[in-house]
């Protein structure tokens, strides 16, 4: 699995992107996110205002609850902001 | 989709031509009554010295195609042109150009207004603030920005199968 | 008058430059944050040739002169640029350019709405349509334009002593 | 008094403008309109459909109660049709 960091997230967690093999019970966006928390201090840190993290699986918006597995891309960042 | 209209989507680092990009929609057609355009420029509020535009490569252009397209299944276009530029953009540098042509004037303004909107809510770029003194700061959204994108209706593009709409919200 | 921003007003036979107004409403500026524009062009509907334009020298650039100043006190604009076309014009021609600047781009892209809404009903011009058949008509004065121009409020226009709007009306 | 027509209306009459000099009476545009209707058919046929007719005083749109006098610019022409 391929995880993506964007903006502050990828600042905190101190690299850009990582190839990733979580075990079989992480199976959506919020049990990668757990699971991704114990990887580094750094993780850790980017990840502790959850509520200020948006997830993306494959390139589309997901939620929470979003299922993830091996060969998925999954990006983690900030609310967006363009324009 | 209504079908015949597809969008023109860059994400790029160099600058847009506005001229070319008018002309692009309007030249050899007698069917286009209205253009309407939106350039976003960067603003020299409180000494920044530059911003810095992040995106997701791959994902930002997937996610404005399918911003645009939705404009043109919702009004009758003739062509619609979002540019969006990323990378680092100095006090007066244009960001990002709108582009809606209609037959009718209505349907290019509020096009215009509505991919505007959506971009500054939807589209994934972060901005970083860099200030004179060396000091930086990522700006966050902004609750007035989520509302001005609601007007336009979440609700009923949900329930006409924007899915990425009803996908929407945080991670946790 | 909100003071500052006095709007740039011509009336003109001859083709205008989109992207030499809008730089001019841009280049060495770091305050705005929006530039909106809107371009109005001749479509060729069933079977038309030509349209021409006949203003009124004097009174046309008057009129839109008060428009594009209600549109300056009324906003927060940093620039105003109307241009609008006379004479004979074929499919595919631009007839009218509105653009706008603000620190914000809800105020560009308001006001650049508001100010073609106007046009259509306020600003003296008359057209009439030539057709491939020889045969010529004159444009009327449209109902749905009306209603666009209403939604503005023509009533607070009014309340704020616009004094044109005040006096708005048939002369029987 | 200089009175200028525009579109159909200066069509109908048959000129872009002329000098008038009405009597005192004429004190108004509707009374204008009266007044300037007898001057030709020309004149009756532009302003027949006077409901269709828009005026402007000194190059403002006037109502038919405005005032009018000697060295006005009085102008007649249909509903307007910019943009």
Same mark, same amino acid.
């Given at each position: ?11 905190? =967690?101190?690299v850009?992107?990582?190839?990733v ?7 959506? =966006?919020?049990g ?9 201090? /750094? ?7 959850a ?13 929470? /609850?979003?299922?993830? /597995?091996?060969g ?9 902001? /363009?324009? | ?27 050899g ?5 209205g ?12 000494g ?15 996610a404005i195609?399918? *911003? ?14 979002? *540019? ?10 244009p *960001?990002?150009?709108?582009?809606t042509?209609?037959?009718?004037r ?8 509505f ?14 603030e ?33 899915a990425?709409?009803?996908r929407?919200?945080?991670?946790t």
């Amino acid at each position: 699995m391929r995880v993506l960091y964007f903006a502050w997230v990828r600042q905190k =967690v101190g690299v850009a992107e990582e190839e990733v093999a979580p075990p079989p019970e992480v199976r959506d =966006v919020a049990g990668l996110i757990a699971w991704l928390s114990a990887r580094s201090p /750094g993780h850790a840190a980017a990840f502790a205002q959850a509520r200020q993290v948006r997830a993306a699986v494959n390139q589309e918006f997901a939620a929470p /609850g979003a299922p993830v /597995g091996p060969g998925d891309e999954v990006a983690f960042f900030p609310p967006v902001t /363009g324009g | 989709m209504s079908g015949a209209v597809v969008p023109t989507v860059r994400v790029q680092e160099v600058p847009f031509d506005l001229a070319a990009e008018s002309a692009a929609l309007t030249q050899g057609r007698v069917d286009v009554g209205g253009l309407a355009s939106f350039v976003g420029l960067c603003r020299a509020d409180d000494g920044l010295a530059a911003l810095v535009l992040e995106h997701y490569p791959g994902m930002t252009e997937r996610a404005i195609t399918a *911003i645009a397209e939705q404009a043109c299944a919702r009004w009758p276009l003739t062509g619609c042109t979002v *540019i969006h530029r990323h990378g680092r953009l100095e006090p007066g540098a244009p *960001i990002v150009l709108v582009l809606t042509a209609s037959s009718h004037r209505a349907a290019a303004l509020e096009s215009c207004a509505f991919l505007i909107d959506w971009l500054k809510t939807r589209a994934p770029f972060w901005k970083r603030e860099e200030f004179a003194g060396g000091a930086e700061r990522w700006v966050e959204a902004k609750a007035e920005d989520d509302a001005a994108a609601a007007r336009w209706g979440e609700a009923e593009a949900a329930r006409r199968g924007d899915a990425e709409a009803a996908r929407r919200g945080g991670a946790t």
